[in-house]
């Protein structure tokens, strides 16, 4: 399983394509699989990029939690689905192409940030990455709710 570390900017070009950074694709496996589902993050305005085997098993264990004869677990299910793109970087540059519906939720025109989370990637309008840290007070609180458990 692959697994994502580090800042990576980027920018969009005219067609609206954003090519991979290169150490992101050198993270992927030689000769593997390429594809990519990327999603509207649930919590965080931005998208949540994963790595095709990564997704089949995220989305397998939602769905191990989930009764789809309960209504609310369908109305879920299905939103959590929507907007969902599968993308795979052109073999020349790197290229992917993420939908404009997608990148307009979370307010992306130009400057990009891939940012490695461990088993995927985030990816946010750069100026909304910069505004989303923690106070350090706000982090050292979390940390400290954590240890207690």
């Known amino acids: 399983m692959v697994t994502f570390y580090g800042k990576y900017p980027a920018r969009i070009d005219d067609k609206g394509r954003i090519?991979?950074?290169a150490a992101i694709r050198k993270d992927m496996p030689?000769?593997?699989?390429?594809?990519?589902?990327?999603?509207?993050?649930?919590?965080?305005s931005c998208l949540e990029m994963y790595?095709?085997?990564a997704w089949d098993?995220?989305?397998?264990?939602?769905?191990?939690?989930?009764?789809?004869?309960?209504?609310?677990?369908?109305?879920?299910?299905?939103?959590y689905m929507r907007d969902v793109d599968r993308v795979e970087p052109d073999s020349k540059l790197g290229r992917i192409s993420i939908s404009r519906e997608l990148l307009d939720a979370i307010g992306i025109t130009k400057d990009v940030v891939f940012f490695g989370v461990g088993q995927k990637l985030e990816v946010w309008a750069k100026d909304?990455?910069?505004?989303?840290r923690l106070s350090n007070d706000s982090y050292i609180s979390i940390a400290r709710s954590l240890s207690a458990k």
Not at 30 to 44: E, L, P, Q
Not at 69 to 78: E, G, Q, S
């Open 57 to 79: 098993q995220e989305s397998a264990e939602i769905r191990k939690k989930l009764d789809f004869f309960n209504h609310d677990h369908v109305l879920f299910w299905r939103e």
């Open 30 to 44: 030689a000769g593997g699989d390429m594809r990519f589902v990327i999603k509207k993050s649930i919590y965080d």
């Open 19 to 21: 090519v991979l950074p």
């Open 128 to 132: 909304a990455f910069e505004s989303s």
């Open 51 to 53: 790595p095709y085997e």
